[in-house]
C-alpha cells in the first residue's frame, strides 16, 4: 500500500463542499471573505480618522481653556473701621488688609488676581510661574517683585514698592516702580515716581508716621479708624501741623493730647463724635 506524502498527512484534502451548491444565493445574503476584508479595512480607516479629530478637539479645547484663564476659586476679604488683618493664600503670598478694606481674591489657571474694592492692602507675594495681578480703580498692578502696597481712595490709587519691582497700567500709559519708589494715579492719569514716604507704610506695622503733616490730613487719616466723625471747625487748625510716631491702636488718647501740642480746643461728644477748633 503506498504512503501518502508527509504534506498530504498534514494537511489532507477538503472534501467536498456540501454548501457549494448554494454559494450563489448564500452571498446575496452574507458577505464574502473579500467584502469582510475591505469593510475591516474602511473600518480601520474611519477610526482613525476619528482619533484624529478626537485629538484635535481636545487640543483646541485646552488652548482655549489656557488662553481664557477661568477663575477657580473666588475669596472676598475685608476688614471692619478700626480693624486690619493679615491672610496667607494657598501659594504661600500673604495679603495685609488696613481698616475698612474689601478685596476679591480669584485663582486662575494662570493667574492670581486681586481687586481691591475698596481701602488699602500690602502684598508680600511668592514667586510663582503663574502672574500676580492687583487692579483698583481701572488701574492693573502687575507683580515682577515680592513686596508693594496699593491704596485706593476716592477714584485714586497710590501704589507703593518696598521690594522688587511692579509695573502699572492706567489705560494706554504704563510705568515700572521700583523699590523704594512710590505713583500716584489720579484721574486714570500715572502721576511722576517719588521716593516711599515712611508714613505710606507704616500701617502695615501698626503705626502713624507724621512729619510736618497739616491737621487736616491728620484727620483724614485717623478717621478711617474710627466710625464717628471727626470736624475740624476751622481752616486755621486744619493748617497746623503736626509731627511724630504714634501707635493706631492709640488714637483717642493721641485726640485728647492734641491740646498739648497744638493751639487747638478738642470736644467729645455722647455720640463719639470729635470737634477740633483753634483756641
Not at 492692602?121 to 514667586?127: K, P, Y
Not at 506695622?205 to 491728620?218: E, F, Y
Request: aromatic share 4%.
Amino acid at each position: 500500500m503506498a504512503v501518502p506524502p508527509d504534506n498530504a498527512r498534514k494537511n489532507p484534502p477538503l472534501p467536498n463542499d456540501p454548501l457549494a451548491p448554494f454559494k450563489p444565493d448564500l452571498l446575496q445574503h452574507f458577505p464574502g471573505k473579500e467584502a469582510l476584508l475591505r469593510e475591516g479595512k474602511a473600518y480601520s480607516q474611519r477610526r482613525g480618522r476619528t482619533s484624529k479629530a478626537a485629538v484635535t478637539c481636545l487640543g483646541v479645547a485646552v488652548a482655549a481653556l489656557w488662553l481664557a484663564d477661568p477663575a477657580w476659586q473666588t475669596t472676598r476679604l475685608a476688614t471692619r473701621v478700626g480693624e486690619r488683618s493679615t491672610w496667607t493664600l494657598r501659594d504661600g503670598s500673604r495679603i495685609q488688609l488696613n481698616t475698612d478694606s474689601v478685596m476679591v481674591v480669584e485663582n486662575h489657571l494662570r493667574s492670581r488676581r486681586i481687586a481691591l474694592e475698596r481701602g488699602e492692602a500690602m502684598f508680600t507675594v511668592s514667586h510663582s510661574w503663574r502672574a500676580f495681578v492687583v487692579t483698583a480703580a481701572g488701574v492693573e498692578i502687575r507683580d515682577i517683585g515680592t513686596h508693594f502696597n496699593v491704596r485706593r481712595a476716592h477714584g485714586d490709587v497710590d501704589v507703593a514698592v518696598m521690594e522688587g519691582a511692579v509695573e502699572i497700567k492706567a489705560g494706554a500709559s504704563s510705568a515700572r516702580v521700583a523699590r523704594g519708589q512710590a505713583l500716584a494715579v489720579h484721574g486714570g492719569q500715572l502721576g511722576p515716581l517719588v521716593d516711599v514716604q515712611p508714613g505710606a507704610v507704616a500701617w502695615a506695622k501698626g503705626k502713624l508716621v507724621l512729619d510736618g503733616s497739616p491737621l487736616r490730613l491728620v484727620v483724614a487719616e485717623m478717621q478711617r479708624y474710627r466710625d464717628a466723625p471727626i470736624r475740624l471747625r476751622d481752616e486755621h487748625a486744619g493748617g497746623l501741623r503736626l509731627s511724630g510716631e504714634y501707635d493706631i491702636g492709640g488714637l483717642e488718647p493721641l485726640l485728647d493730647a492734641l491740646p498739648a501740642v497744638l493751639p487747638v480746643r478738642v470736644a467729645r461728644h455722647a455720640d463719639g463724635t470729635v470737634d477740633i477748633a483753634s483756641r
